[in-house]
């Protein structure tokens, strides 16, 4: 990962960062949304302070930070209230890029690991810049036979898609698939679900991610996917 100068935010590659949890700093992309490790996430970039940036990131590998607005909107519009956004957020590595025309740019973005703001500043053309620690990822952790419901529940979503010949690029989640994963079970349901951005804020920061599930399962019942019983 490198670091962005305040000079026309370029990206600044330094050999010695190594992959241990150490403060760098990061240009973020507030949104509307959560960006769950795993997850998938399309973006139409047509801002100036984001193309430069996009373009940046494509053409050295380097992740940008997504993190989810608590106020503001995602569009820059003069005179509009200032953006504030949570502290917790989740590394994005572009995937697919694309430039239909001059100044738009269609991507597609994989979440990776979490990280946590410590300091954060605006560049003078609106970059959202900060100091990261990187957070550990979740321990790969069995899924239980109560909470099995969970990937049956998923398996039975993924058959449906393939019977009704969805496009796999147009499908919620792509493989390698990891049903008896709690994280990952867990972070696709968070995905999927039609959960407040504060709820899912809360889910991905969670620790465990056998509680992760736990909870998950539960707004499941309360939606009626799964049975409320999983005893």
Not at 129 to 150: F, G, H, R
Request: with cysteine.
């Amino acid at each position: 990962m490198g670091s962005w100068d305040d000079s026309g935010c370029h990206l600044l590659t330094d050999p010695l960062l190594t992959k241990a949890l150490a403060l760098t700093s990061l240009p973020l992309f507030p949104l509307g949304t959560v960006l769950f490790p795993g997850g998938l996430l399309p973006l139409r970039i047509f801002e100036v302070r984001y193309l430069d940036m996009i373009g940046q990131c494509h053409r050295t590998g380097a992740p940008f930070g997504v993190v989810s607005l608590k106020s503001g909107a995602e569009v820059q519009r003069a005179g509009a209230p200032g953006e504030t956004f949570e502290a917790v957020g989740t590394l994005a590595k572009i995937t697919r890029f694309e430039t239909p025309s001059p100044g738009l740019m269609m991507i597609q973005c994989g979440g990776t690991q979490r990280f946590k703001t410590s300091a954060s500043r605006q560049l003078k053309h609106g970059l959202w810049v900060a100091d990261v620690e990187m957070l550990a990822d979740d321990l790969a952790v069995p899924v239980p036979e109560d909470l099995q419901t969970a990937a049956t529940a998923l398996e039975r979503l993924l058959h449906s898609l393939e019977a009704r010949n969805v496009p796999e690029e147009q499908r919620p989640l792509h493989p390698p698939f990891q049903m008896q994963d709690c994280g990952w079970l867990a972070n696709r349901w968070c995905e999927l679900l039609p959960l407040p951005a504060q709820l899912k804020q809360k889910l991905m920061e969670l620790d465990n991610p056998l509680v992760r599930l736990e909870l998950v399962v539960d707004l499941l019942a309360r939606h009626g996917i799964v049975s409320g019983d999983t005893d």
